[in-house]
């Protein structure tokens, strides 16, 4: 435990600090904002990779949903608690240098935006931090491994949500790229992150050779509102991609008067 933990505590700010590093010694003409929000999202990237990884191999090796045991399920729960941390970090780190570079503010006034500005995604790192992972580590005891997995694959949406806003960033988005990485965006997301939860409930029904229908009532009420409040941000954060890609493939008023 202990191990793994500092490998994450060095792998994820080593990684971006080797990223910034990187980005300002090839485009130096670039602001120090877009080199760190790059950075970040990198790192955010290759977290997603290596969760994504090990919820696959999860998911493969627990034939038994409820009751087989695959060694990744809890290491890879202990790697993730720095990225966390770390993310939260990361998040005001980009905050502080896109406004400083705008004036100059002082850092409590940013600190209190920032607060409010991510209100959200600082909860849903707290949730994640606080609740899951004791639930994951301790509570759940020797069951469940499989959708620990599951939970994990949630995160392959990740590294397209930042290719699109590097992209923004390096203003492409009228390119074919942003186009079809909006696709990818959406697609990976409403698969991974929504139906990812029918999926676990149809795992369950089907080992139990019940009714996929009989799984809400058959399953502690626990798992229930814990997946509630799971899928929620989920299908807020959908919404806002939805609307963003119903913008994206808008004719401008040009065209069409044309």
Not at 13 to 36: Q, S
Not at 123 to 150: K, M, N, S, W, Y
Request: net charge positive; proline share 4%; charged share 15%.
């Amino acid at each position: 435990m202990l191990l793994t933990l500092a490998w994450g505590a060095v792998f994820f700010p080593g990684l971006f600090a080797l990223c910034t590093w990187g980005i300002r010694r090839a485009r130096p003409e670039w602001p120090e904002y877009d080199c760190v929000m790059i950075g970040t999202r990198v790192v955010s990237s290759a977290q997603a990779v290596l969760a994504t990884g090990s919820g696959i191999a999860i998911i493969h090796s627990c034939k038994n949903v409820v009751s087989d045991r695959y060694w990744l399920a809890q290491e890879y729960v202990w790697f993730l608690i720095p990225y966390m941390v770390y993310d939260i970090y990361a998040m005001y780190l980009c905050d502080w240098c896109r406004i400083k570079e705008q004036n100059r503010r002082h850092s409590l006034t940013i600190f209190r935006n920032f607060l409010r500005k991510n209100r959200l995604m600082i909860t849903h790192h707290l949730a994640i931090l606080l609740v899951l992972v004791p639930i994951a580590q301790r509570f759940r005891g020797e069951l469940g491994d499989f959708f620990v997995g599951c939970i994990f694959t949630a995160e392959l949406s990740t590294p397209f949500v930042s290719l699109g806003k590097i992209l923004i960033q390096l203003k492409q988005q009228h390119t074919l790229l942003y186009k079809v990485n909006g696709i990818l965006t959406l697609t990976t997301f409403f698969t991974c992150r929504i139906l990812l939860f029918l999926f676990m409930y149809w795992s369950y029904a089907r080992q139990k050779e019940m009714s996929l229908f009989q799984v809400p009532f058959r399953i502690p009420v626990f798992c229930n509102v814990a997946n509630a409040f799971l899928i929620a941000p989920q299908l807020y954060w959908f919404s806002l991609l939805c609307k963003k890609a119903a913008g994206l493939f808008d004719t401008p008023p040009a065209e069409k008067d044309g």
